[in-house]
C-alpha cells in the first residue's frame, strides 16, 4: 500500500507539472498530438527524478493532456453562450467569434496578439476584428480556469506495465525487471489502460468495458422525452419513466440536512471542550462523531441506488417505446442563479440530470438509436395546443388562453415534439425548393 500511495502521489506530481506548462493560452495550439509534450516533459527530467516508470508517467501525461483539452471545451461552451446572449453583437460579429474558438491555433494567436491568416468562413464578414478580438480575450481572462488534479489516491497504468499470473496481478515497480503482485479476487483480465484506486484497506481496479452495439429491427418510432427533476423522463404521448426519481433524491436531501445539523451541534460542543480544556470529551467526540466514514459511504450507497433506478427505467423505455430516434433538449447552462433555501440548493446539486443524458447518451449509441438534442428555447412557457404563452405553477401548466391544463414536463414534451416536427418541415420545404 505503501508503494501505491508513493506512484499515485508522484502520478499527480506530473499531472500538476503538465498543468503549470501547458494550460496556458501558449499551449492552446499544440495540445494535440499529446506526445510531442510527453517526450517535453520526459527531457526536462522530472520522470528521472521521480524515479516513475514510463507506464506510470505515460498515462499521467496523456490524462492531463485530457484535462486541459476538457478545461478548454468547456471555456468555449461558456463564451459561446455568452456570445448567442450578446444583444450588441450582428450575426457576422458571432460567425467570427465562432468560427475562431472552433480553430485551437487562430483562437490562441488572437490570445497571443500574433498575426494570424484570417479563416476562410469569416473572410469577407463587414466586421470589426480588433473589437471583437479584445471582446474574445476579456471574456477568456474573465472566465478562464486551470484544471486541478482530483483525488491522489488513483493512478493508471498502461498495458505493458501489467501481467497476470497465479491468481494475481503484478505491476510494474520502481526497480527495473522487478513486478508487484496485487491478489485478486476473481479470474477478469484486461489488455488495455487500468485505472487503480486505492481504498483503506485494499485496491480497486477499474476495468474499462466493450460494449457490444446491438441493432433493434423493431424499434422504429420517434420518441420525444422532456426530462425533468420529479419524474425522470415523461414523453410526449404521456408516458412517464422514474417517476419516484424525485422523491429518491428528496428523502436523501433531508437525511443529510438532519445529519449535517446533528453534526454541526457535534463540532459546536467539540470547539466548546476544546476552548474549557475538557481534552477527554474533545477525543471522544473527535473520535466517535466528526468521522466521515460511515457519512461517506451512506451517501454513495444512496447514489449507487438512484444510478441503478435511473439505468433501469431508461432499459424500460426502451423496451416499451421501442425507439429509432429520440429527441431530447439540449441542458441550459447559462443564467443560473443560486436560491437562497439550503434545501433547495441541495436538490439541485443532488438531481441527476446530467447522469441521466450521459447514461441515455451511452445506452442509445449501443442499442444503434439516434439521439437529437435541439434548443429547449420556446419548449419551456409556451402552450403545446395553441402556442401561446402559458403560466407554469406548482400544480402544473396552464394556459389562460385555451385554457389548456397538463403537468409542466408533458406540456414540455409536447413542445419539443412539436417544435422538431415544425423544423424538420422547414428543412423539408428548403431541400425541394433548392
Not at 46 to 66: C, H, K, M, N, W
Not at 77 to 82: D, E, H, K, T, V
Not at 105 to 110: D, G, L, R, T
Not at 308 to 315: G, L, S
Amino acid at each position: 500500500m505503501t508503494f501505491l500511495r508513493g506512484i499515485a502521489l508522484d502520478y499527480n506530481k506530473i499531472k500538476n507539472y503538465t498543468f503549470t506548462r501547458y494550460s496556458g493560452i501558449k499551449s492552446l495550439g499544440r495540445l494535440t498530438p499529446a506526445f510531442d509534450i510527453m517526450s517535453e516533459v520526459r527531457r526536462s527530467g522530472i520522470r528521472t527524478q521521480l524515479g516513475l516508470p514510463s507506464a506510470y508517467f505515460d498515462p499521467a501525461i496523456v490524462e492531463a493532456v485530457a484535462d486541459i483539452k476538457s478545461t478548454w471545451g468547456m471555456l468555449k461552451n461558456r463564451i459561446g453562450a455568452l456570445i448567442a446572449a450578446n444583444e450588441n453583437l450582428s450575426d457576422e460579429d458571432r460567425i467570427y467569434l465562432r468560427t475562431v474558438l472552433k480553430l485551437d491555433k487562430i483562437y490562441a494567436a488572437v490570445l497571443c496578439h500574433k498575426n494570424y491568416e484570417m479563416p476562410k468562413k469569416a473572410a469577407g464578414l463587414d466586421i470589426d476584428v480588433e473589437r471583437l478580438n479584445n471582446l474574445l480575450r476579456r471574456l477568456t481572462r474573465k472566465h478562464m480556469t486551470r484544471p486541478k488534479t482530483g483525488s491522489k489516491d488513483c493512478f493508471s497504468i498502461a498495458p505493458s506495465g501489467y501481467a497476470y499470473r497465479d491468481g494475481a496481478i503484478f505491476i510494474t515497480s520502481r526497480t527495473a525487471g522487478q513486478r508487484i503482485p496485487l491478489p485478486l479476487k476473481d479470474d477478469r483480465i484486461c489488455d488495455r489502460q487500468i485505472r487503480i484506486c486505492i481504498k483503506k484497506d485494499y485496491v480497486a481496479l477499474a476495468l474499462p468495458l466493450e460494449a457490444k452495439v446491438r441493432t433493434h429491427k423493431d424499434y422504429d418510432n420517434t420518441v420525444y422525452a422532456h426530462i425533468g427533476y420529479q419524474d425522470m423522463i415523461t414523453l410526449s404521448n404521456g408516458h412517464v419513466y422514474g417517476q419516484s426519481l424525485g422523491d429518491m433524491t428528496s428523502s436523501e436531501t433531508q437525511w443529510l440536512m438532519d445529519k449535517n445539523k446533528g453534526r454541526a451541534k457535534m463540532r459546536a460542543v467539540y470547539q466548546k471542550s476544546i476552548a474549557s480544556g475538557d481534552k477527554e470529551r474533545a477525543d471522544s467526540i473527535e473520535t466517535n462523531n466528526l468521522g466521515t466514514e460511515k457519512y461517506d459511504r451512506h451517501k454513495e450507497k444512496e447514489r449507487a441506488k438512484t444510478q441503478t433506478f435511473i439505468n433501469t427505467e431508461i432499459n424500460r423505455m426502451f423496451a416499451v417505446e421501442k425507439p429509432k430516434r429520440i429527441v431530447i433538449t439540449k441542458p441550459v447552462t447559462i443564467n443560473k442563479t443560486k436560491v437562497a433555501s439550503k434545501s433547495a440548493n441541495r436538490n439541485m446539486t443532488r438531481n441527476f440530470s446530467g447522469y441521466i443524458r450521459e447514461r441515455l447518451a451511452y445506452k442509445c449509441r449501443i442499442h444503434s438509436i439516434e439521439l437529437v438534442e435541439i434548443n429547449s428555447k420556446g419548449t419551456g412557457r409556451i402552450c403545446s395546443c395553441c402556442g401561446a404563452e402559458g403560466k407554469r405553477q406548482p400544480d402544473g401548466f396552464w394556459c389562460p388562453v385555451c385554457g389548456y391544463k397538463t403537468t409542466i414536463s408533458l406540456n414540455g414534451a409536447r413542445n419539443i415534439e412539436n417544435k422538431y416536427n415544425s423544423s424538420k418541415n422547414v428543412r423539408t420545404k428548403k431541400k425541394f425548393s433548392q
